[in-house]
């Protein structure tokens, strides 16, 4: 299903392996260059900042050349800029199979703006040939059918992300149009919606026949751990039941069942650094740390313990020292923790895999075959060697 060459997105990998051991003095220049040698990629991936670029000069060039149509096709009304927005929508997508299978194009930045630029254009003709009054559900829909394409095709990060925001709109939205019962029972809706593709992410990750898709996989469970909290938010619960349900809550007022999402609140972040401590998962340790941020806030707003100021550099002092501590504590490694930076780790982590590509490539060099060698012609004799061989 995706779109590029499988055996170059394997040989690319193998090669960010070797540069990450070779940048930590793991493996010497000879034997980077001999892996480079062994697994050739022909995928074009610029730096990062030349991906911005072409990313940037590919959408001007989109927009600049649907205005050109539009204007010339403007007597045409609403229906001729519907029919633009689809045969642009399906040119975006056909040039960015173009540049993948012909130009070799990975993550150069042209790729992703089409892919952007297809979706944009598909959803607006939608928009225009509805005059924009389609259920929300309709519009979610529509979202995750092409988003979720553009990931099982190009397995574009960002798509991932409107994948799973579009998966809760359409829970939202449906549970919405039930009725009122049914309102009550959304923040558990998304909190099972989002726990469900935090596992089956965790799931997939794990298979060999996804490796491919691994950083949409992680950007998924960020994604799901992050929406997860939020729907068992009192804050954001409290506050999204006041304007779209009209609760009309008074200062000092609860919402029926808040002790339990106050639980939720101060528990969930607390339980996701706890299982990642208990996993040696970073995503869960990273995550629950940032929402650390939820708690308090959730708190300080509704409950003010000490002016913003203050709060804010304690809680400042207080990270900068809880940090220290344990960059000092983990200067050398323990129960599986270090310090290191991600980069440092990950080479040392490769280090048997390059050792096994080191000694698949050097094998065919340094194994002589039988027919190399030639024995006899030689001569001794004495205590001595005459020199002949």
Known sequence: MIAYNSQSLDNLYVQEQAEMAKGADCITAEEY????????????????????????????????????????????????????????????????????????????????ALIWGAGIFLLSALGIATDADAPVWVWCLAALILSLFFVLRFADVSMSIVTHLSLLGLIFSGCV??????????????????????????????????????????????????????GGNYFVIREVSNEMFNLDLQPGQDIPG??????????????????????????????????????????????SVAPLEVAMTLGGLAMIGIAYALIRYLKTPRHGFTEASSD??????????????????????????????????????????????
């Open 33 to 112: 260059n001999a892996i480079i040698t062994a697994y050739p990629a022909d995928l074009y991936t610029p730096n990062p900042y030349m991906r911005i670029g072409i990313f940037i000069l590919t959408a001007i060039i989109l927009l600049f050349s649907f205005g050109l149509f539009c204007l010339l096709s403007i007597a045409g009304g609403e229906g001729a800029i519907t029919f633009l927005c689809v045969l642009f929508g399906g040119g975006s997508y056909a040039l960015a199979e173009y540049m993948v299978r012909e130009k070799k194009h990975y993550k150069s930045g042209a790729d992703a």
């Open 177 to 230: 149009q039930l009725g009122n019962i049914a309102k009550l029972i959304i923040p558990f809706m998304v909190m099972l919606a989002s726990a469900g593709v935090y596992f089956l992410s965790v799931k997939l990750i794990a298979i060999h026949t996804y490796r491919h898709y691994k950083k949409c996989l992680q950007m998924l469970q960020c994604c799901a751990l992050i929406t997860l909290y939020l």
């Open 344 to 389: 440092e780790r990950h080479a040392m982590e490769a280090m048997q895999i390059e050792s096994l590509v080191i000694a698949q490539t050097m094998s065919h060099a340094a194994t002589p075959r039988p027919d190399q060698f030639e024995f006899g012609g030689g001569s001794g004799g004495g205590g001595g060697a005459s020199g002949d061989y």
């Open 258 to 303: 808040g002790w339990f999402f106050w639980i939720l609140t101060v528990a969930l972040p607390l339980l996701y650094i706890y299982a990642g401590i208990r996993k040696k998962d970073r995503i869960l340790i990273c995550v629950g740390l940032l929402l650390i941020a939820g708690i308090v806030y959730t708190v300080r707003y509704y409950h």
